[in-house]
């Protein structure tokens, strides 16, 4: 069972996506928040695998909400994954890098929502396809530095093609597949990188391997 804590300021809206949400047995919503401060502290009391965060709220916004669950070491196991309406430039970075797991937009299909809520309580990384195509058009409107980026040189080669796999978005498995690897060895590598780059998760991989240049729009 996925356990799930909801953050949003609109009650239609966490009714909605309960509703979405419990109509798949592996999913139970165990509490929800109307905004960011008591998001954090529901978050606190019942620790579940996922939160499904809102941006603009009141008291606390979603990303400082975000940064607070990412930076409490009791809380490492829980995964947040932004849910909005908006998708700026400056959101989804932001996002990214305060420790979301994921983002989407609010006008996700039912049934994407909930594979991006199993993606994300199984260790996956996870960007809407219009929100992916906001990062990688920001990338290429800022040329990345070359791939010899002083981040990379602890990496095997073998450690750097799994990491330009992770860049494109894909999973254990397809990079297992792309690589001939076989998938344990890639969770294996993956979980390398994420100790070797000092990053917290699969999404912060995603943007290193495009900020360094080692995968390019």
């Given at each position: 069972m996925i356990r799930i804590v909801l953050v949003d300021d609109q009650e239609l809206v966490r009714a909605g996506l309960r509703a979405l949400a419990e109509s798949e047995g592996d999913l139970a919503v165990v509490g929800e928040a109307d905004d960011g401060r008591a998001g954090v502290a529901r978050v606190r009391?019942?620790?579940?695998?996922v939160v499904l965060m809102d941006i603009r709220?009141?008291?606390?916004d979603g990303l400082a909400a975000t940064r607070e669950i990412v930076?409490?070491?009791a809380l490492a196991d829980v995964r947040v994954l932004i849910l909005t309406t908006f998708d700026e430039d400056e959101h989804v970075f932001?996002?990214?890098r305060s420790g979301a797991a994921g983002y989407l937009l609010k006008d996700v299909?039912?049934?994407e929502l909930r594979r991006a809520v199993r993606l994300v309580a199984g260790g996956e990384a996870l960007l809407d396809p219009g929100v992916t195509a906001t990062v990688l058009r920001a990338v290429a409107e800022?040329?990345?530095?070359?791939s010899d980026d002083h981040r990379l040189a602890g990496l095997t080669e073998r450690e750097r093609e799994v990491l330009q796999q992770l860049g494109r978005g894909l999973t254990n498995d397809e990079i297992a597949g792309e690589l001939y690897l076989?998938?344990?060895?890639?969770r294996t590598y993956v979980s390398r990188l994420l100790?070797?780059?000092?990053a917290r998760d699969r999404a912060a991989l995603v943007i290193l391997a495009y900020e360094t240049g080692l995968v390019r729009p």
């Open positions: 009391e019942l620790r579940p695998d709220m009141p008291r606390l930076a409490d070491p932001e996002a990214i299909a039912p049934a800022n040329p990345a530095p070359r076989s998938p344990a060895t890639a100790a070797k780059l000092g």
